[in-house]
């Protein structure tokens, strides 16, 4: 293979992708490289107004960008929004949900342990997580199963292969998200098309405004006692940066991984291969 064909493998032109949580930090960044990469992407956020940060970078094409408001957890927002999508690009060749997230009421902490975390701030943490990367796969998958194409990937988290402390609804979600996965990569191939594909990326630690403050001193800028646990952890000695995900998001969505499906990737400066010793 030469340069040409291989640079060809990374040209998304003509192609819609559909990022859920695409305002925020790590899909936001994601868009970006997206639209640098030729491709047509809609970005579905609860929020649109917070991908405003993002037009003037999706501005410079050559992709093309949109911003529609949809909610994971609301099927037929999705349904509203997939109706637009189609209308501005054609019908969806490739999904990525990056939306998820924690909530504080549902991080054990001195004044909040384990057996006092409310029921609702669980469920709130499960339901983003699972049921937001769920009905996403449902609405835009079936459309992908109709035509007999089309990619799929999610976003795990390091805390899926390692629980981390302080976090069980969310450490226990990403490894929902993990295995449902690989169980949908088997079904989608068995049962309507060997080229539907559906992989996941598991990042490392990422500073974004839902950790910044567990891992840095909001005042002094300088690392919380967690956030020297993770760095001392982190063989790579720093916490990842946005960009640091897009080299494997574009190969999971490329046909250069074409033969790829089920797997999830870490993507965390060899934390997950490290013991501590």
Same mark, same amino acid.
Not at 207 to 227: I, M
């Given at each position: 293979m030469n340069l040409e064909e291989l640079t060809q493998l990374y040209d998304f032109t003509s192609r819609t992708v559909v990022i859920t949580g695409g305002a925020g930090i790590l899909g936001g960044e994601m868009a970006c490289a997206l639209v640098g990469c030729g491709a047509n992407v809609a970005i579905l956020d609860? =929020? &649109? !107004?917070? !991908?405003?940060?993002?037009? =003037?970078?999706? @501005?410079? $094409?050559? $992709?093309?960008a949109i911003v /529609?408001? @949809?909610d994971v957890l609301k099927r037929e927002t999705l349904v509203e929004a997939q109706e637009i999508i189609r209308d501005e690009f054609g019908s969806v060749d490739m999904l990525i949900n990056a939306a998820g997230g924690n909530k504080a009421q549902a991080t054990?902490? &001195?004044? #909040?342990?384990?057996? =006092? #975390? &409310?029921?609702?701030? #669980?469920?709130? /943490?499960?339901?983003l997580n699972i049921l937001g990367t769920f009905l996403p796969c449902q609405v835009f998958g079936q459309e992908m199963a109709q035509r007999g194409e089309g990619i799929m990937l999610n976003v795990s988290s390091m805390c899926a292969f390692q629980p981390l402390t302080r976090v069980p609804a969310y450490s226990a979600a990403k490894a929902g998200v993990s295995n449902f996965t690989q169980w949908l990569a088997v079904h989608m191939a068995q049962e309507y098309s060997p080229h539907?594909? /559906?992989? !996941?990326i598991a990042p490392g630690f990422f500073l974004t405004e839902q950790n910044r403050f567990l891992l840095t001193d909001e005042a002094s800028g300088e690392l919380t006692p967690r956030g020297r646990t993770i760095v001392k952890h982190t063989p790579m000695n720093r916490f990842g940066n946005p960009k640091d995900l897009l080299g494997t998001v574009l190969w999971l969505l490329s046909p250069a991984s074409a033969f790829v499906t089920g797997i999830v990737v870490p993507v965390d400066g060899g934390f997950s291969a490290f013991s501590g010793v």
């Amino acid at each position: 293979m030469n340069l040409e064909e291989l640079t060809q493998l990374y040209d998304f032109t003509s192609r819609t992708v559909v990022i859920t949580g695409g305002a925020g930090i790590l899909g936001g960044e994601m868009a970006c490289a997206l639209v640098g990469c030729g491709a047509n992407v809609a970005i579905l956020d609860r =929020d &649109p !107004a917070l !991908a405003e940060r993002l037009m =003037d970078r999706l @501005g410079r $094409g050559p $992709g093309c960008a949109i911003v /529609v408001s @949809g909610d994971v957890l609301k099927r037929e927002t999705l349904v509203e929004a997939q109706e637009i999508i189609r209308d501005e690009f054609g019908s969806v060749d490739m999904l990525i949900n990056a939306a998820g997230g924690n909530k504080a009421q549902a991080t054990t902490k &001195p004044d #909040l342990s384990f057996f =006092d #975390l &409310p029921g609702e701030a #669980l469920r709130f /943490v499960f339901d983003l997580n699972i049921l937001g990367t769920f009905l996403p796969c449902q609405v835009f998958g079936q459309e992908m199963a109709q035509r007999g194409e089309g990619i799929m990937l999610n976003v795990s988290s390091m805390c899926a292969f390692q629980p981390l402390t302080r976090v069980p609804a969310y450490s226990a979600a990403k490894a929902g998200v993990s295995n449902f996965t690989q169980w949908l990569a088997v079904h989608m191939a068995q049962e309507y098309s060997p080229h539907i594909r /559906v992989n !996941a990326i598991a990042p490392g630690f990422f500073l974004t405004e839902q950790n910044r403050f567990l891992l840095t001193d909001e005042a002094s800028g300088e690392l919380t006692p967690r956030g020297r646990t993770i760095v001392k952890h982190t063989p790579m000695n720093r916490f990842g940066n946005p960009k640091d995900l897009l080299g494997t998001v574009l190969w999971l969505l490329s046909p250069a991984s074409a033969f790829v499906t089920g797997i999830v990737v870490p993507v965390d400066g060899g934390f997950s291969a490290f013991s501590g010793v």
